[in-house]
């Protein structure tokens, strides 16, 4: 084989990888994507939660709260203010959900990271 057949071959090699890298990319990027938009967990007001909710922002905001019954009535009348849709007959039985799932004795959330996870210790940049 003459070596320029050989640096041919190797070119069309390295162009089907950059044809192929990008593809790659976007899958990874679509299940990221898909895995960081959490749901509010399931519970009698999940569905009216949801609706009244998450109008403005994504659930995280309020998965990584663990807030007291008395900051959560705080937090959903100042939603409410904002312009979040409550209906007032809901509105005990939102707070008593809210406060159910994201009360202070509740593990610490775990925030979904849309980096690729590192294996070892976390960079140091402090
Ligand atoms: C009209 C829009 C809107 C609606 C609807 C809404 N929020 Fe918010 N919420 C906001 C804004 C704006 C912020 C501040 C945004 C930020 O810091 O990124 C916020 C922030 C929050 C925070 C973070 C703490 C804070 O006070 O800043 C929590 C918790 C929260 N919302 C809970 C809720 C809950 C529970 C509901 C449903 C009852 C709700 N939100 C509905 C606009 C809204």
């Avoid at 070596?3 to 044809?19: H, N």
């Avoid at 109008?55 to 990584?64: G, W």
């Avoid at 937090?75 to 007032?88: F, L, N, S, T, Y």
Wanted: aromatic content about 6%; proline content about 8%; overall charge positive.
């Amino acid at each position: 084989m003459s070596p320029e057949l050989t640096f041919r071959k190797m070119l069309y090699k390295i162009s089907a990888l950059a044809l192929l890298m990008p593809a790659s990319g976007l899958v990874a990027q679509t299940s990221v994507a898909a895995k960081v938009t959490a749901d509010l967990p399931a519970g009698p007001m999940q569905a009216k939660a949801t609706t009244a909710c998450l109008e403005c922002h994504e659930a995280r905001i309020i998965l990584q709260q663990r807030l007291s019954k008395p900051a959560w009535t705080k937090e959903v009348d100042k939603m409410a203010k904002w312009g979040a849709v409550v209906d007032p007959a809901d509105r005990d039985a939102l707070i008593d959900y809210l406060s159910t799932n994201f009360s202070p004795d509740k593990p610490a959330y775990e925030p979904q990271r849309t980096a690729v996870e590192k294996k070892g210790s976390a960079p140091k940049n402090y």
